[in-house]
């Protein structure tokens, strides 16, 4: 009589299969993170971008076929990311790059710079609502895309209200904000003077004199009452930048007649 077969018992795989099974799941989890990190160092772009963005903050030009070449590079990672920090950076050359073409003659691509400052705005805003850059891109596409109106005006109230007095910003604000000084409601006046003041104050006297230059006749009054309360030296350095550029200040708190000779390396 034959026996019944023994119970089948369970399947222990040997220590050293298990080790090697343990081996083999590390590889794959090893070659995985070193794909994601490729992936994701690829994605955080061109670190030239924040370099280029800094300095066009700061008043400086660029090829228009460079920036653009970087900003088709890195905001679909950017967008995908949702990296506030890049989409910001790249959203300043994109304003860069409109601000030019709206004053050549090629209408076609302003009109495609000028799409483009709005789309990149609604994308900055989407990830961080808070970013002052966003709307005030919204504010200037809004002006060129619709004409100057009540939602124009809300956005740049946005702008103020996330940003008052942040230096960077303000030097690209400020000069956007002036040229519809005059159909500005008081408050947000009141805000771009203070865009002006801050910049005087801290002692940005080119910037705050390329400002002078491009306000109107009754801005100008404005901006310059705030300059009373600084120190004669600095009002004189002052004096000396808008000067250079041809212009005069007529004005109660500034000398009549040919800027004084001042040292400018020490206001």
Same mark, same amino acid.
Request: contains cysteine.
């Given at each position: 009589? @034959? ?5 089948? %018992? ?13 081996? @083999?799941? #590390? ?14 160092? @690829? ?7 924040? $370099? ?5 903050? *700061? ?5 228009? &076929? ?7 590079? #890195? ?7 949702? #990296? @506030?920090? &890049?989409?910001?950076?790249? %959203? ?76 960077? %910003? ?11 000084? #005059? ?19 801290? *002692? ?11 306000? &109107? ?6 901006? $310059? ?24 200040? *007529? ?17």
């Amino acid at each position: 009589m @034959s026996k019944a077969p023994d119970a089948a %018992l369970p399947y222990r795989p040997s220590r050293r299969l298990h080790r090697r099974l343990m081996l @083999s799941a #590390n590889i794959l989890l090893a070659a995985g993170a070193l794909v994601w990190a490729a992936r994701v160092v @690829s994605d955080i772009g061109d670190p030239a971008v924040p $370099l280029v963005a800094s300095r066009l903050a *700061r008043g400086e030009k660029y090829d228009p &076929t460079l920036m653009r070449g970087m900003i088709a590079a #890195n905001l679909p990672a950017a967008e995908r990311q949702c #990296n @506030s920090k &890049t989409l910001r950076e790249l %959203l300043l050359l994109q304003i860069g790059l409109a601000d030019e073409t709206v004053r050549s003659a090629d209408l076609l691509q302003a009109d495609a710079d000028t799409a483009g400052v709005n789309s990149q705005s609604k994308a900055l805003i989407a990830c961080a609502p808070t970013e002052s850059l966003g709307w005030l891109g919204m504010y200037w596409s809004s002006i060129r895309l619709e004409g100057f109106g009540p939602r124009a005006v809300a956005l740049l109230d946005q702008s103020y209200r996330q940003a008052p007095h942040e230096a960077w %910003l303000q030097l690209i604000r400020a000069p956007l904000a002036l040229r519809s000084f #005059n159909a500005l409601p008081p408050a947000l006046q009141d805000a771009v003077v203070q865009d002006f003041e801050d910049i005087f104050q801290a *002692r940005l006297y080119p910037s705050a004199a390329i400002l002078y230059q491009g306000a &109107t006749a009754s801005a100008q009054a404005k901006l $310059l009452d705030r300059t009373c309360a600084a120190a004669e030296t600095e009002r004189l350095v002052f004096l000396h930048f808008v000067s250079e550029s041809g212009l005069q200040i *007529r004005h109660r708190c500034y000398p009549a007649g040919p800027a004084p000779a001042v040292d400018v390396r020490r206001p």
